[in-house]
């Protein structure tokens, strides 16, 4: 059994898609980012740097923080979605840190200086956005012929999945992307994925603008 801590972002997804994905019992705990939740002493006790995801396993007591090192744990404490060893556990790493090192940050920045930032900075927005496009141009080149990013489903295309979906969110145009959109449709269709975007519930994008706050990270 596990509690995760999280919100509806495409890094508290990551989290709560895996563990669809993998069948594992877990309790949410909504964190509040506009109620600065995450600030609290008792959740940076877990984490020291204030994000979420977290998850505590509750039998072992162990608390891991940042969505790449969950998704990593949960994989290899069930021997799934992960390979154990060899030239495919790491295609499978480079593709998550793809993620982590390069559509996370991008589209992040994306977000907040197309969406909440109180001055638009065209430049800002451009950078962005064209560096958004031009790594889901890499994820879509990469499917174009295969049916995930590594030879089975795994925590890569989990974490990938989790940011593309939200492209138009980010202001970027993934029309002539026809892979890559195939491939956000195949995921979403998983029920594990489908599942594990409900969770730990809906946002409503006006608020956070509202709010003046940076929720989508």
């Excluded at 204030?50 to 969950?70: C, D, H, L």
């Excluded at 958004?132 to 590594?150: A, M, W």
């Excluded at 990938?160 to 029309?175: F, K, L």
Aim: a negative charge.
């Amino acid at each position: 059994m596990f509690d995760l801590y999280t919100s509806p972002t495409p890094n508290g997804w990551k989290a709560s898609c895996t563990l669809e994905e993998l069948g594992l019992a877990y309790v949410v705990k909504p964190v509040n980012l506009m109620k600065q939740e995450q600030k609290t002493p008792d959740f940076l006790a877990m984490n020291p740097n204030g994000r979420i995801p977290v998850i505590k396993n509750t039998q072992s007591e162990e608390v891991v923080f940042e969505s790449g090192a969950i998704m990593i744990y949960l994989a290899e404490l069930t021997g799934q979605l992960l390979p154990t060893s060899g030239p495919k556990r790491y295609e499978v790493l480079q593709w998550l840190m793809f993620q982590m090192g390069g559509v996370g940050p991008m589209m992040g920045q994306a977000n907040v200086f197309f969406r909440y930032f109180p001055e638009k900075i065209p430049a800002a927005i451009d950078r962005y956005q064209n560096e958004s496009q031009r790594l889901l141009s890499v994820l879509d080149q990469h499917l174009s012929d295969k049916e995930f990013l590594c030879e089975e489903f795994s925590i890569a295309d989990i974490a990938n999945w989790c940011w593309a979906r939200t492209h138009e969110w980010s202001g970027v145009d993934i029309s002539e992307m026809a892979h890559l959109k195939r491939w956000i449709n195949t995921m979403h269709a998983r029920e594990g994925c489908y599942k594990g975007i409900k969770v730990p519930g809906k946002v409503d994008p006006a608020d956070i603008v509202k709010s003046g706050k940076t929720l989508i990270v």
